[in-house]
């Protein structure tokens, strides 16, 4: 009788240890708002990028309200939805006609990804969505990590990428090596779709 206690408790102690750990190792769900903005124009490495690569200097930004004018469209489109990691990828294509792709990317729980792409239609807000389920982040910042490249303006395209972990934790991310076919890829999607478990 006492072994069957003592069984049951051991048990129960290792149920109770086990749910703890999963809480302690999940990320932390958060709504994005505006206070965002000042994260970004804090962050020693994103006010290098913006610097190196838009010249534009932290007095500019002030004036200017340039981070502002980047991502406030974005944090009110995500307002009131709730995610353990927000990226913003900001593309910037140059040529005889200067074009931005801009895309969002939600991380839910269990790594399920929401990609959005901010298209206008008619003068009118068009998201396009895709989700992925089992998305595999660590490899995708493998990604990331790799292509990170020096801050150096690229003659054809610039990647600026926002990476929310909270309102209080941003890293910023310049990529300026990829390939034209992966630039095409991200545009449309499918580019996403690699990273699936």
């Known amino acids: 009788m006492n072994q069957n206690i003592n069984f049951i408790i051991l048990n129960l102690l290792l149920v109770i240890l086990t749910s703890s750990c999963q809480k302690q190792y999940n990320a932390e769900s958060f709504e994005i708002d505006l206070s965002a903005t000042n994260t970004v124009k804090t962050n020693d490495y994103c006010l290098r990028i913006f610097e190196k690569i838009y010249g534009i200097d932290s007095l500019k930004l002030k004036?200017?309200?340039?981070?502002?004018?980047?991502?406030?469209?974005?944090?009110?489109?995500?307002?009131?939805?709730?995610?353990?990691?927000?990226?913003?990828?900001?593309?910037?294509?140059?040529?005889?006609?200067?074009?931005?792709?801009?895309?969002?990317?939600?991380?839910?729980?269990?790594?399920?990804?929401?990609?959005?792409?901010?298209?206008?239609?008619?003068?009118?807000?068009?998201?396009?969505?895709?989700?992925?389920?089992?998305?595999?982040?660590?490899?995708?910042?493998?990604?990331?990590?790799?292509?990170?490249?020096?801050?150096?303006?690229?003659?054809?395209?610039?990647?600026?990428?926002?990476?929310?972990?909270?309102?209080?934790s941003c890293k910023c991310k310049f990529l300026n090596n990829l390939p034209n076919i992966d630039i095409r890829s991200i545009e449309n999607m499918s580019f996403f779709d690699q990273f699936l478990d």
């Open 63 to 168: 004036k200017y309200r340039y981070v502002e004018g980047i991502i406030n469209r974005f944090i009110v489109d995500n307002k009131g939805q709730k995610q353990e990691r927000l990226l913003y990828i900001r593309i910037d294509k140059e040529g005889e006609v200067y074009e931005t792709t801009s895309l969002g990317m939600r991380v839910i729980k269990d790594n399920d990804v929401v990609v959005t792409r901010y298209d206008w239609k008619d003068k009118q807000p068009a998201p396009v969505h895709k989700k992925l389920k089992q998305f595999g982040m660590k490899e995708f910042d493998g990604f990331l990590q790799k292509n990170t490249g020096v801050l150096k303006r690229h003659r054809r395209y610039n990647v600026l990428i926002f990476d929310f972990k909270n309102n209080n």
